[in-house]
């Protein structure tokens, strides 16, 4: 992996990284949950339920969403990677799907996810926890052009031009930035803190994994609470593959008791 242009860059694309075969797999996956939930087997959030088009849907991993397919992913392709960006073992923090679709326009306004654009202390804040997390989006239906991003802005203070963008709602233009294109089988690893928004105004299709681990000894944080009833379900890691139920064993290993800390805290 080039990881320097990770670390440089704060994203990294790999190209066709994936089989069709696996892409085929979580294809099929996430049609059977759409049924399911269509079937009233389990609840998502919907663009058009008659149409099969699902909104954002999260807890991939938990016990009403899960698809061995799911799992094998983790499992086979994609722990290699992560331990490589994170330095070492990795533990689950999110595993969804961002959707659009039926002509439904989206837009953000560009943001940092975890930072405070201004903040006197933004840029020793943004490189105290860079490496710490990594998050991705995986396509599952082609041409998916929805993720912007201003690379290399994940580990300094933001300029003036920045914020300014950020508070100018969806219009905005912000200076240097590109467009993620990514096709089926490809993968972008990105830093949360980079200057990125989603950006679908036509409402085109989109079925994209979208995942965050931090590493395995970060405490799990009030953003990633609130899964441990579901994921410790009788019955439910044993049935994933072990490299997999590892990543959510180490989450629950770091899930602490009382208020969780906020990532400034630490």
């Known amino acids: 992996m080039q990881l320097q242009t990770y670390h440089d860059q704060g994203y990294l694309i790999l190209r066709q990284i994936f089989s069709p075969e696996r892409v085929l797999a979580l294809r099929e996956a996430v049609r059977n949950l759409v049924q399911g939930a269509r079937n009233g087997e389990v609840e998502?959030?919907?663009?058009?339920?008659?149409q099969g088009l699902p909104e954002r849907t999260g807890h991939l991993l938990h016990?009403?969403?899960y698809d061995p397919a799911f799992g094998d992913w983790l499992a086979e392709d994609l722990v290699p990677q992560l331990e490589a960006l994170l330095g070492g073992p990795g533990r689950h923090s999110l595993f969804g799907m961002l959707a659009g679709g039926g002509g439904k326009a989206y837009r953000q306004n560009w943001h940092r996810d975890l930072g405070k654009p201004g903040a006197g202390d933004e840029a020793e804040y943004l490189q105290r926890h860079h490496g710490h997390l990594v998050q991705f989006n995986a396509p599952l239906v082609e041409a998916d052009h929805f993720l912007q991003i201003v690379p290399a802005s994940h580990s300094r203070a933001s300029t003036d031009t920045e914020i300014e963008a950020s508070q100018a709602g969806e219009e905005a233009a912000m200076p240097a930035a590109m467009v993620v294109e990514l096709e089926p089988g490809d993968i972008v690893y990105y830093n949360a803190n980079l200057w990125h928004r989603g950006w679908n105004p036509s409402g085109g299709k989109r079925w994209t994994m979208h995942c965050a681990f931090?590493?395995?000894?970060?405490p799990v944080m009030k953003h990633e609470h609130g899964q441990r009833d579901a994921l410790t379900t009788p019955g439910h890691l044993e049935q994933m593959p072990d490299v997999a139920a590892q990543y959510i064993r180490r989450y629950l290993a770091q899930y602490g008791e009382g208020e969780p800390p906020d990532l400034r805290d630490l």
């Open 44 to 50: 998502l959030n919907w663009i058009d339920r008659e």
């Open 214 to 218: 931090w590493q395995a000894t970060r």
């Open 63 to 65: 016990p009403d969403k």
